[in-house]
């Protein structure tokens, strides 16, 4: 029987339009000194906790920060600005790189009060971008940086494609309406088959219990903005995640990105019968080695630093 510990956590950005409270989620199995840390970073239409730590009755280990937690690490998520049970009260798209000032501010939060100070960072889809952009910024944060349902350019993004012909509408409007039909649409956009019809259901239960409405602007960032990170800038370890099936992330796309990290230390993985949000895929433990492996992978015995 696993001991695991849920800590409520806020943290305060500051802007020019006064402090933005963002809500944190901690778990860890015992005592948290010494473990590894996992933040994991939300996407463009669902907070933090439905993502990454769902129940679903009759699948185990539906909570990936539970998983983690009972395999020795101190997981962290944070609900970004205009999500979740963070605020909600600024007029503003909650863009890519407001998200990247959340995880600083969360991050300088969490240190705060005598938290770790680096992480194993793990972003989905818009909060893949989140996190690039993060550790582009922050490297001494991020120890190795997980990228899953990840695009650079966009090209050869068939969702993406589609998306664009609500650009205006987006612009329009700072958020956007959802619903449960809307949540099922992610799963049944790319191939329908890679989600059990009652994951999905618990999914938008979670996702609707805090919100009715989602932020804007990843959607236009993702549509008429991109590239918004740097691969040559990205210095830290990196693992690329692409489902076979996902509409967004583009395997060209993703190769060129790929092959523009400068660290050695990098990995590109295909997962075999998933489309977009992997943690709610049937093939989801999968997803979980997956990323355990990449972030318990040992220290190389052996580096160089000449050009062969």
Known sequence: MSNITAQEHWAQKKTADGDVRLFIWRKFEGSPDGKPAILWVHGSSMASQPTFDLTVPGRPDSSVMDWFAERGFDCWCVDMEGYGRSDKQRDIYCDIANGADDLKAATDHIASIGGPVQFLTYGISSGA????????????????????????????????AQRRKKLPQFIEHKRRPIDRDFVRSIFARDHAD??????????????????DSMPN????????????VDPEQITVPTVLLRGQFDGIAAMDDLIEFFKRLPSPDKQFTVMNGISHASFQQKNYRMVYQILHAYFTQPAPAYTSSAAH
């Open 129 to 160: 971008l989140r996190a690039a952009l993060f550790a582009q910024r922050h490297p001494e944060r991020v120890s190795r940086l997980a990228l899953d349902a990840f695009v650079w350019t966009g090209e050869g993004a068939p969702t993406l």
């Open 217 to 228: 602007g990843t959607y236009i960032d993702m549509c008429s903005k991109l590239p918004v």
């Open 194 to 211: 890679c989600a059990e019809p009652a994951v999905v259901e618990a999914f938008a239960d979670a996702i609707l219990a805090l919100d």
